[in-house]
């Protein structure tokens, strides 16, 4: 159906194209633009009697065609199975029904696998938390609770919790105790801790300018920016060594790796308790 839609799409961009051009057309007289006009509207005229419906019982006869070579295809195949098999039944009833031209009879049995004898089981217990969900959600509107307007489910306003008089003093303490730290500060102090940089280039890193291609290639990939951008930042970088370096990190699961070393660290202080599971290591 969606193919005969595109296809009818195209035509009517063809058509508006085409009237388009008429219009534009001062030299043609009345006569010959009638005639015109009626070329351009002709091969549409069985679509403009046509009915919905008319069109969904011609799509459904193309479908039918589709079947029917389908199932001339299976038949050369020639699949070896005994004569009682279902499957070959159904074969047999197919092919009486496509002689025939009548339509398969509302009770004759699938021959095929039971992958879908367990669905009326299922929707049932769909059923049954829906209806206990829509009970809950009656009794909520009847108690107040929830208000049901133009459609769409309305929760009244939660009043904000007093503030805790203890988190403003442990802000201000955290800033005095943490103070002013710069990106490339924190990168290389969890690196210390952590030795994550080991674990991204399977060994220790050989020079200094090593280490600091390797940090820049972790902010690209963490920033999505392209090697030229990060080579702006850091003038003392190469592109092409910044791009084997992404290239290298992102290999052999190395950066999950680093990234479950770094949070398993992070995960170590108390403060993390806090932060519920979400940020627990995922197996790779």
């Known amino acids: 159906m969606a193919e005969v839609q595109a296809s009818r799409l195209r035509r009517l961009h063809r058509l508006i194209g085409d009237l388009a051009t008429l219009a534009k057309d001062e030299v043609l007289d009345a006569a010959a633009l009638r005639s015109r006009l009626r070329d351009l509207i002709a091969p549409f005229e069985t679509e403009r009697r046509s009915t919905r419906v008319a069109e969904i019982r011609r799509e459904l006869g193309h479908k039918s065609q589709e079947l029917a070579r389908l199932l ?10 005994p004569a009682d098999h279902a499957v070959a039944a159904a074969l047999v009833t197919l092919d009486s029904l496509a002689a025939s031209g009548a339509v398969l009879p509302a009770a004759t049995p699938q021959p095929f696998g039971p992958s879908w004898q367990n669905l009326k089981p299922y929707l049932q217990r769909l059923e049954a938390g829906l209806t206990a969900g829509l009970a809950a959600l ?8 929830i208000a049901v307007e133009d459609s769409e489910l309305r929760l ?35 690196d210390h801790l952590t030795r994550f940089s080991w674990t991204l280039l399977g060994r220790p890193a050989r020079s200094e300018r090593e280490l600091v291609t390797l940090y820049a290639g972790l902010i690209g990939v963490g920033s999505d920016l392209a090697a030229a951008e990060l080579v702006r930042m850091v003038p003392a970088l ?28 992070m995960r170590g202080h108390r403060i993390a308790d806090l932060w519920g599971r979400a940020c627990s290591p995922q197996p790779t």
């Open 156 to 190: 009244p306003r939660r009043k904000p919790a007093p503030p805790d008089p203890r988190v403003d003093p442990a802000r201000q303490a955290l800033a005095v105790a943490v103070g002013n730290a710069q990106l490339p500060e924190v990168i290389i102090e969890v």
């Open 238 to 265: 190469a592109a092409d060594s910044l791009g084997q370096m992404v290239l290298r990190i992102e290999a052999d699961g190395r950066l999950r790796a680093a990234n479950d070393t770094v949070l398993r660290f």
């Open 72 to 81: 001339k295809t299976v038949r050369a195949a020639e699949l070896a199975m």
């Open 138 to 145: 009656a009794e909520a509107v009847a108690a107040g609770t």
